[in-house]
């Protein structure tokens, strides 16, 4: 059983429009990481969110982390080619683990 | 600063086979933990390890084997490679531990024929 599962798995977009992809969970995470990962190379660390209700900005990227701390958000404003990747979410066990979704693949078709 | 580094980076072997992959983490990072990455599963926790002392370990086999050296690099094993041991292994390396910031290498990719 996957603790965070993550929708849409697949997402094809145009440049320019937005999109939004959902990392969810019944449980409770203290912490929730947000990775990208491009092909060939490995995940690499966007943001962290720890406060529920959390909403932190990187550039054209929106993270929100829900407010019972069970589920997060990215919302990509104004999509370019370089936004294409798997999108990874990673929830805080404790005991030094993090468990990971199985991804957001977004395509950004110029 | 430089990255992480694994070696190899690609690797082809048959059932039966045992293999070695190493990894080397960023300078002054002393964990580092392993992940295999599939298409169907995701990425699933292997080992972690710090300052040479395997702190957690995941749900795999006792085929799937680590350790971890003074200048904190580390290796990991598999013996009796089964065709399902086919995937992308990441090793990540932190300052703090293994739940948090996560710095990833390439990985290694294993293709068991």
């Known amino acids: 059983t996957q603790l965070l599962e993550q929708s849409p798995q697949f997402l094809s977009i145009q440049e320019g429009e937005n999109l939004t992809v959902y990392c969810n969970s019944s449980?409770?995470?203290?912490?929730l990481q947000w990775y990208r990962q491009e092909p060939g190379e490995g995940p690499v660390l966007l943001v962290t969110?720890?406060?529920?209700?959390e909403v932190k900005k990187l550039k054209r990227l929106t993270f929100q982390f829900g407010d019972a701390r069970k589920d997060s958000s990215l919302h990509i404003t104004a999509a370019q080619p370089g936004d294409t990747g798997l999108y990874l979410c990673?929830?805080?066990?404790?005991?030094?683990?993090?468990?990971f979704g199985k991804g957001n693949q977004v395509v950004v078709i110029p | 600063k430089a990255g992480v580094t694994q070696t190899p980076r690609y690797l082809i072997k048959t059932r039966g086979q045992q293999v070695t992959l190493s990894c080397s983490p960023i300078?002054?990072?002393?964990?580092v933990s392993w992940y295999q990455q599939t298409p169907g599963q995701g990425l699933q926790f292997l080992f972690e390890?710090?300052?040479?002392?395997?702190?957690n370990k995941g749900n795999f086999p006792g085929r799937f084997s680590g350790r971890q050296f003074s200048n904190s690099r580390s290796e990991m094993n598999v013996s009796t490679l089964e065709l399902g041991d086919s995937a992308l292994y990441l090793c990540?390396?932190?300052?703090?531990?293994?739940?948090?910031?996560?710095?990833f290498g390439p990985g290694t990719r294993l293709l068991v024929l």
């Open positions: 990673a929830g805080e066990l404790g005991n030094n683990r993090l468990a």
């Open positions: 449980s409770v995470f203290s912490s």
């Open positions: 990540a390396s932190s300052l703090a531990g293994g739940d948090a910031a996560q710095y």
């Open positions: 969110v720890v406060t529920g209700g």
């Open positions: 300078s002054g990072h002393r964990s």
């Open positions: 390890y710090f300052s040479e002392t395997q702190r």
